[in-house]
């Protein structure tokens, strides 16, 4: 075959047992037309019980059997497409654009951090240009729980996210693979789903003890400045807005633990005010478009 760049992206093809189907379906429309003879060449006489019961019957049979004729456009020859993702990325991953994915909450007893944080790292290792990936968490119940588990995710991912590339994992997230019953496929595969489910554990413990006290630990608070929009947290309802760029994908220097780029991560908690009604996840992903509206626009300008 020619270069990568004149590959097919998807191949059709034509499903099996096709002259089977078309002979059933010929014997079952040989069927209907005799139905509709029978209903025809027997329609009682005027004045006879049941005349237009029977008529009525007919008109039934002959509407069924049009519609269930018209059906089988699509299933006469019956075809499958399949896709060649590989190949859509070799030809086109240059010009690929930027995707922002969005990641909803709204309250960490409800939605633990834990499955929040999951979600988003499942979405941070997809097989996508990490340089046009940016994933927005939009925290509408303003949590410090969930801020403190997205920063422990984001640490994280420097060890998920090259796992995921080498070994092709399936699924993406963390805790859905390592509660599937798939065996590693050789022994270095082992060794390195040992340490990044170990990784994962001690992860998953600091965030659901922090959970139960309903406290951030100290070491941390104390280590990411961020925490201090908190300071004047009044209630889930009534805070302002809290923004803070957990990964920043523009800085070269941020990189995994094989030194390749990370997609942007960002936090987000919009203003809550009592008295203005706030629409709920609706309102929080209005805001959350806005503001990257807003950011896209300051960059071009």
Same mark, same amino acid.
């Given at each position: 075959?020619?270069?990568?760049?004149?590959?097919?992206?998807?191949?059709?093809?034509?499903?099996?047992?096709?002259?089977?189907?078309?002979?059933?379906?010929?014997?079952?429309?040989?069927?209907?037309?005799?139905?509709?003879?029978?209903?025809?060449?027997?329609?009682?006489?005027?004045?006879?019980?049941?005349?237009?019961?029977?008529?009525?019957?007919?008109?039934?049979?002959?509407?069924?059997?049009?519609?269930?004729?018209?059906?089988?456009?699509?299933?006469?020859?019956?075809?499958?497409?399949?896709?060649?993702?590989?190949?859509?990325?070799?030809?086109?991953?240059?010009?690929?654009?930027?995707?922002?994915?969005?990641?909803?909450?709204?309250?960490?007893?409800?939605?633990?951090?834990?499955?929040?944080?999951?979600?988003?790292?499942?979405?941070?290792?997809?097989?996508?240009?990490?340089?046009?990936?940016?994933?927005?968490?939009?925290? =509408? &119940?303003?949590?410090?729980? %969930?801020?403190?588990? !997205?920063?422990?995710?984001?640490?994280?991912?420097? *060890?998920?996210?090259?796992?995921?590339?080498?070994?092709?994992?399936?699924?993406?997230?963390?805790?859905?693979?390592?509660?599937?019953?798939?065996?590693?496929?050789?022994?270095?595969?082992?060794?390195?789903?040992?340490?990044?489910?170990?990784?994962?554990?001690?992860?998953?413990?600091?965030?659901?003890?922090?959970?139960?006290?309903?406290?951030?630990?100290?070491?941390?608070?104390?280590?990411?400045?961020?925490?201090?929009?908190?300071?004047?947290?009044?209630?889930?309802?009534?805070?302002?807005?809290?923004?803070?760029?957990?990964?920043?994908?523009?800085?070269?220097?941020?990189?995994?633990? =094989? &030194?390749?780029?990370?997609? %942007?991560?960002?936090? !987000?908690?919009?203003?809550?005010?009592?008295?203005? *009604?706030?629409?709920?996840?609706?309102?929080?992903?209005?805001?959350?478009?806005?503001?990257?509206?807003?950011?896209?626009?300051?960059?071009?300008?």
């Amino acid at each position: 075959m020619g270069s990568d760049e004149y590959l097919p992206l998807f191949e059709t093809r034509r499903a099996k047992g096709r002259v089977q189907y078309r002979l059933f379906v010929v014997s079952v429309f040989v069927g209907i037309c005799l139905i509709w003879i029978h209903r025809v060449s027997h329609i009682p006489r005027k004045g006879e019980d049941g005349r237009w019961g029977w008529i009525g019957l007919l008109g039934a049979e002959l509407w069924f059997g049009l519609y269930w004729l018209l059906t089988q456009a699509h299933r006469w020859n019956p075809v499958y497409r399949c896709t060649f993702k590989d190949r859509l990325s070799q030809r086109y991953e240059t010009d690929l654009p930027k995707v922002d994915i969005f990641v909803c909450t709204a309250d960490p007893v409800i939605e633990p951090p834990v499955m929040v944080i999951n979600t988003v790292l499942s979405v941070m290792s997809y097989d996508y240009p990490p340089e046009k990936l940016s994933v927005y968490l939009s925290d =509408d &119940g303003g949590s410090d729980l %969930t801020y403190y588990a !997205l920063l422990e995710a984001s640490h994280f991912a420097k *060890h998920w996210l090259p796992f995921c590339k080498k070994f092709k994992v399936e699924p993406r997230s963390p805790a859905a693979y390592f509660n599937s019953s798939d065996d590693p496929l050789d022994a270095n595969q082992s060794k390195e789903l040992v340490l990044i489910k170990k990784l994962y554990e001690e992860m998953e413990s600091r965030i659901e003890n922090a959970t139960k006290l309903a406290r951030i630990p100290e070491e941390a608070r104390s280590k990411h400045k961020g925490f201090s929009q908190w300071d004047s947290y009044s209630s889930q309802r009534d805070h302002g807005t809290i923004l803070q760029i957990i990964i920043d994908g523009r800085e070269t220097n941020v990189t995994d633990k =094989d &030194g390749f780029v990370l997609p %942007t991560l960002v936090y !987000l908690a919009r203003e809550k005010r009592p008295q203005h *009604h706030h629409n709920f996840k609706a309102g929080a992903m209005n805001t959350l478009v806005m503001c990257i509206l807003a950011d896209k626009m300051t960059r071009i300008f």
